[in-house]
């Protein structure tokens, strides 16, 4: 029996999976033909959206982990925006070498995430009122180091990381001036990129991962196969909140900056990411490779109507609202399908 429900859910998750992907590949080539003249076929275009959403993109991984578990994590952009605040704030107010910066916001991360997870898994509280607690605390203490944005001037050793650029020797392009110039990429798509190679492998390969799919498939049958639930779901909150400092320090490498607004709303943009590339709201079902084109559906809306010109930025969260609702649409049919199956 537990080998055919896990053959039904890998179809799932690969179904959509594909239907991701296919909405991703016909919206990228209609900006393609559409606004070739404006650039939009351009590998460097491309690697900007990246750029552009590398933090959401680790973030996102981190909300796939707890999503499948069949958790939610609420309080993402109140930590990403709190970890900028403290990289700011430390660098630039207190002088902290970089390294040491990092690596105080990476702790907190792990600390928040064991705290919120040992609220969720051992204390049984509800996810989403613990995590919306997290949510105003971070945005809190946000507030509390500096109601001010702090920009990082001082810090050269972050600024060179957050600036360099690395270089990709094909696709280049000639200039008006007879200039080759390459396209490039950021040292922070280079840690979005591994935190999905890494993230998938957990998921796939080891034992934790396939405890996360058992949890949030059925909590009572991953209790009788022997599962440790709350050591389980436990852990996925601590490695949830090491990557969501994660992903406040890679959207420090973009902002360079702290303050109070920053990142509101990050965690939606994380869950729709997730729900898009076919993580089930329910748990039990999704794939960080998913999220991953989630994440490029959404980079790729903002490119399109940015290419448009005339449509305001608000048209971003109009039409990625309408493909998660169609996505939420699907994952409802899969659950009655899976509700009939299961009666019968």
């Known amino acids: 029996m537990s080998n055919i429900s896990k053959g039904k859910r890998i179809d799932s998750s690969k179904f959509l999976m594909m239907i991701t992907i296919c909405l991703f590949v016909v919206m990228y080539i209609a900006g393609v033909i559409i606004y070739s003249d404006k650039g939009f076929g351009r590998m460097q275009t491309f690697l900007n959206m990246l750029i552009d959403n590398a933090g959401l993109?680790?973030?996102?991984?981190?909300?796939?982990?707890?999503?499948?578990?069949?958790?939610?994590?609420?309080?993402?952009?109140s930590v990403v925006g709190l970890v900028c605040m403290i990289l700011s704030y430390s660098m630039e107010k207190m002088g902290l070498p970089s390294g040491v910066a990092i690596a105080v916001v990476l702790v907190f991360g792990i600390l928040f995430g064991a705290f919120q997870g040992w609220l969720i898994s051992y204390m049984q509280l509800q996810p989403f009122i613990v995590t919306l607690a997290g949510l105003f605390m971070c945005r809190g203490l946000t507030a509390v180091i500096s109601s001010e944005q702090i920009a990082i001037r001082a810090n050269k050793a972050f600024l060179a990381l957050a600036n360099q650029n690395i270089n990709i020797?094909?696709?280049?392009?000639?200039?008006?001036?007879?200039?080759?110039?390459?396209?490039?990429?950021?040292?922070?798509?280079?840690i979005a990129?591994?935190?999905?190679?890494?993230?998938?492998?957990?998921?796939?390969?080891?034992?934790?991962?396939?405890?996360?799919?058992?949890?949030?498939?059925?909590?009572?049958?991953?209790?009788?196969?022997?599962?440790?639930?709350?050591?389980?779901?436990?852990?996925?909150?601590?490695?949830?909140?090491?990557?969501?400092?994660?992903?406040?320090?890679?959207?420090?490498?973009?902002?360079?900056a702290g303050f109070v607004e920053q990142a509101r709303g990050f965690e939606m943009e994380a869950i729709s990411s997730a729900v898009i590339g076919g993580t089930m709201l329910t748990g039990g079902v999704g794939t960080v490779i998913g999220t991953f084109f989630g994440v490029l559906i959404k980079a790729t809306i903002e490119t399109l109507i940015r290419c448009q010109g005339t449509l305001s930025s608000w048209w971003?969260?109009?039409?990625?609202?309408?493909?998660?609702?169609?996505?939420?649409?699907?994952?409802?049919?899969?659950a009655i399908i899976k509700a009939k199956r299961a009666s019968k």
Not at 67 to 77: E, F, K
Not at 169 to 190: A, C, D, E, L, Q
């Open 57 to 77: 993109l680790v973030a996102a991984s981190g909300m796939t982990i707890v999503m499948i578990a069949g958790g939610i994590d609420i309080s993402v952009g």
């Open 193 to 256: 990129l591994a935190v999905v190679v890494v993230v998938w492998f957990i998921l796939r390969y080891t034992r934790f991962g396939r405890n996360l799919f058992a949890i949030g498939g059925n909590e009572q049958s991953a209790l009788l196969l022997g599962i440790n639930v709350k050591r389980t779901k436990f852990a996925a909150y601590v490695l949830e909140g090491f990557l969501a400092a994660l992903a406040g320090f890679v959207f420090c490498l973009n902002t360079t």
């Open 169 to 190: 020797f094909f696709g280049s392009t000639v200039n008006k001036h007879g200039v080759r110039m390459y396209p490039f990429i950021h040292p922070s798509v280079i």
């Open 316 to 334: 971003n969260k109009i039409v990625l609202s309408s493909i998660l609702c169609f996505f939420i649409v699907l994952q409802s049919v899969f």
